[in-house]
Antibody
Framework: EVQLLESGGTLVQPGGSLRLSCAAS????????MSWVRQAPGKGLEWVST????????YYADSVKGRFTISRDNSKNTLSVQMHNLRAEDTAVYYC?????????????WGQGTLVTVSS | EIVLTQSPGTLSLSPGEGATLSCRASQSVSSGYLAWYQQKPGQAPRLLIYGASSRATGIPDRFSGSGSGTDFTLTISRLEPEDFAVYYCQHYGSSPWTFGQGTKVEVK
């Protein structure tokens, strides 16, 4: 059974930094691209970033480029995102999501999400 | 960037009725790389359809997807009580992958 468990969400001040993690199990982690998708309170879904199974190919939404860094540790089946210079508009539930096919970026499994609140 | 526009914003229907949800792309979605998700309050999204028309594992056959190019449709043949939720389309042909703004299917 595929399981994705996010952690690290909390209240942080504007301009602050935060690292989110996602522990994966139930599939061959290194074979699949992984992504972060967020959802601001009461709003729709927004793709944030994707990293290929090998970690070589990385993609970011323009809204986070230069501030967020996605990474993965295939030896520990863990996905992470380091977030810097956080803004109020980064407030959201952040979901970890697995790609449905190794190199196709739709999302067949999602974690339960972790809430990041950026506020003073 | 491909912008996805979903319509209608809200669909008010009764259980047993059929639902037709639209997703229009601002430019052609390559190879039909279009997915649909269902999200209920307080839950993570669930994949329904990928490749425009392929049902994900465990998805009932009352859900079907169709379309190509810039126009895509999610059809729910007969609404069950558990189908009342928000539905999102997403393209994954080229970065940035984007989502539509969602269609809420509510009980009439």
């Amino acid at each position: 059974e595929v399981q994705l468990l996010e952690s690290g969400g909390t209240l942080v001040q504007p301009g602050g930094s935060l690292r989110l993690s996602c522990a994966a199990s139930g599939f061959t982690f290194s074979s699949y691209a992984m992504s972060w998708v967020r959802q601001a309170p009461g709003k729709g879904l927004e793709w944030v970033s994707t990293i290929s199974g090998s970690g070589v190919n990385i993609y970011y939404a323009d809204s986070v480029k230069g501030r967020f860094t996605i990474s993965r540790d295939n030896s520990k089946n863990t996905l992470s995102v380091q977030m810097h210079n956080l803004r109020a508009e980064d407030t959201a539930v952040y979901y970890c999501a697995k790609s449905g096919w190794p190199t196709l970026f739709y999302f067949d499994y999602w974690g339960q999400g972790t809430l990041v609140t950026v506020s003073s | 960037e491909i912008v996805l526009t979903q319509s209608p914003g809200t669909l008010s229907l009764s259980p047993g009725e059929g639902a037709t949800l639209s997703c229009r792309a601002s430019q052609s979605v390559s190879s039909g790389y279009l997915a649909w998700y269902q999200q209920k309050p307080g839950q993570a999204p669930r994949l329904l359809i990928y490749g425009a028309s392929s049902r994900a594992t465990g998805i009932p056959d009352r859900f079907s997807g169709s379309g190509s190019g810039t126009d895509f449709t999610l059809t729910i043949s007969r609404l069950e009580p558990e189908d009342f939720a928000v539905y999102y389309c997403q393209h994954y042909g080229s970065s940035p992958w984007t989502f539509g703004q969602g269609t809420k299917v509510e009980v009439k």
